[in-house]
């Protein structure tokens, strides 16, 4: 077998043609850990030279609780990471201050938004959310209306038909040319 040094102080285990490389997981993984908690995704990590597919770090993710558990770790400190980024270019800070503003504010939203969408995909912690409750906090969501006359108005609607619907309404006004505005 030919041992070679990876880039990032992993060795890899070449082995024979056609046969993937095995890689030093212990070395790897706080490498790994270390990068994604500063926001760098995984498939971008895994491209650097030295380092396993993606595909295989999920597999070692899968086979190994004991690698899961500080990569999701390392993954949330990640976005929270690239959270302080936006804000930062949100506030025109270059890459030399923390941000990744271009000075361009288009090209500067379309980043903020761009990554914002990324980062409620993937965190649920930056979704938007809406939540129902009723009075006691419960999600059993309960819809009141408060205004009793737009109750009596829905009230009114329930008992009449489709067709006195549109009969009720008023005609189309029209404007001083003879078209509808």
Do not use: F
Not at 30 to 56: H, K, T, Y
Not at 96 to 116: F, K, M, P
Not at 136 to 151: F, K, M, P, Q, Y
Not at 153 to 179: F, H, K, Q, Y
């Amino acid at each position: 077998m030919d041992m070679a040094q990876g880039e990032l102080g992993g060795p890899e285990v070449k082995r024979g043609p056609g046969h993937p490389l095995e890689y030093d997981r212990e070395a790897l993984v706080p490498v790994i850990c270390e990068q994604l908690s500063e926001g760098v995704p995984l498939r971008v990590i895994c491209r650097q030279e030295g380092m396993p597919s993606a595909g295989q770090v999920h597999a070692w993710k899968k086979a190994d609780p004991s690698i899961a558990e500080p990569i999701e770790r390392a993954r949330d400190l990640g976005h929270d990471a690239i959270a302080e980024r936006l804000r930062l270019t949100a506030r025109g800070k270059g890459p030399d201050e923390g941000g990744d503003s271009t000075g361009d504010v288009a090209r500067d939203t379309l980043i903020v938004n761009t990554d914002l969408k990324l980062l409620a995909k993937w965190s649920p912690r930056y979704a938007e959310r809406i939540a129902h409750t009723n009075k006691d906090g419960t999600g059993d969501a309960v819809l009141r209306i408060e205004t009793s006359l737009l109750a009596d108005e829905l009230a009114d609607l329930i008992n009449i038909t489709p067709r006195d619907v549109i009969e009720a309404l008023p005609p189309p006004t029209r404007g001083a040319n003879g078209t509808e505005p």
